[in-house]
């Protein structure tokens, strides 16, 4: 019996994205983002999640969509890496995807190198492509701490007040 890789799924811009379902702590609609000064251009800033600041990064921006609309498909998929929380802006999120391991290609040799390391692999569900990526490597080490300090920060000022 072949086994199945659940994954949830998500666009930016047209193509569909996927990333292991433990990884995603829950997926919101995208509330008021409060932006933060001097942030990488990637992050979108922080937001209250039932007390929690958690600050966001823009996928689109991150994997290069050059149009950048707000539309009410658009969501915020709440992830959780080393430890720490952080939101990621997607253009929409789909449902829980299961791929069977026979379906997932590795990833390219174009995808192993540079920018776009992210790439794991390439699950073929019916006539779609789903692109696998690592989120520790869309985020890299240097950055997640840096989004960990911005949301301290702004709790911090939250508090003050």
Do not use: W
């Not at 292991?20 to 995208?30: D, G, S």
């Not at 190198?113 to 779609?128: A, I, N, P, Q, W």
């Amino acid at each position: 019996m072949s086994r199945e890789m659940h994954i949830v799924g998500f666009r930016v811009g047209r193509e569909l994205f996927g990333v292991p379902i433990h990884l995603v702590h829950e997926i919101v609609r995208v509330p008021e983002i409060t932006s933060v000064p001097d942030a990488p251009g990637c992050v979108e800033g922080v937001i209250n999640l039932r007390g929690r600041i958690v600050p966001v990064l823009d996928l689109r921006k991150r994997f290069g969509e050059r149009e950048i609309r707000p539309h009410k498909k658009n969501r915020i998929l709440v992830a959780e890496l080393d430890g720490r929380m952080v939101g990621l802006v997607v253009d929409a999120a789909s449902e829980v995807l299961k791929l069977p391991e026979t379906e997932i290609e590795p990833a390219p040799g174009v995808f192993q190198e540079g920018k776009r390391s992210y790439v794991t692999g390439v699950g073929k569900l019916d006539s779609r492509l789903v692109i696998l990526v690592d989120l520790a490597r869309v985020l890299e080490r240097g950055e997640l701490r840096q989004l960990a300090e911005t949301a301290e920060t702004a709790a911090a000022s939250a508090a003050a007040r």
